[in-house]
């Protein structure tokens, strides 16, 4: 069993940062071992994909709309992985989930329940 529990959700004014965290846990889950990712689905919307990073840290991939304003890190001592956010906008309003998986291509596999970010213009 594999537990993702997010933290660091919440209101912020358009121009402004948050950073969410994800801590990982699980009998046989070896954090470091698996690529993380975050996702984030918006009132109405499908969940769409908004970064991932490999298991070492070394490299890191983002949705093109989040480019130079969002950046993932991880601490493989701590199990855990962030989402530094700034810059925020409205259109960032939304549930925020961390994912789990064995590549960056296939980081869908396990996920948190999510915290919420909401932005206001």
């Known amino acids: 069993q594999v537990q993702l529990v997010e933290s660091g959700g919440g209101l912020v004014q358009a121009g402004g940062s948050l950073r969410l965290s994800c801590a990982a846990s699980?009998?046989?889950?070896?954090?470091?071992?698996?690529?993380m990712g975050w996702f984030r689905q918006a009132p109405g919307k499908e969940r769409e994909f908004v970064a991932s990073?490999?298991?070492?840290?070394?490299?890191?991939y983002y949705k093109d709309s989040v480019k130079g304003r969002f950046t993932i890190s991880r601490d493989n001592a701590k199990d855990t992985v962030y989402l530094q956010m700034n810059s925020l906008k409205p259109e960032d309003t939304a549930v925020y989930y961390c994912?789990?998986?064995?590549?960056?291509?296939?980081?869908?596999?396990?996920w948190g329940q999510g915290t919420q970010v909401t932005v206001s213009s």
């Open positions: 994912s789990s998986g064995p590549t960056t291509g296939q980081v869908d596999v396990y």
């Open positions: 699980g009998r046989t889950f070896t954090f470091s071992n698996y690529a």
């Open positions: 990073i490999t298991w070492s840290g070394d490299r890191t």
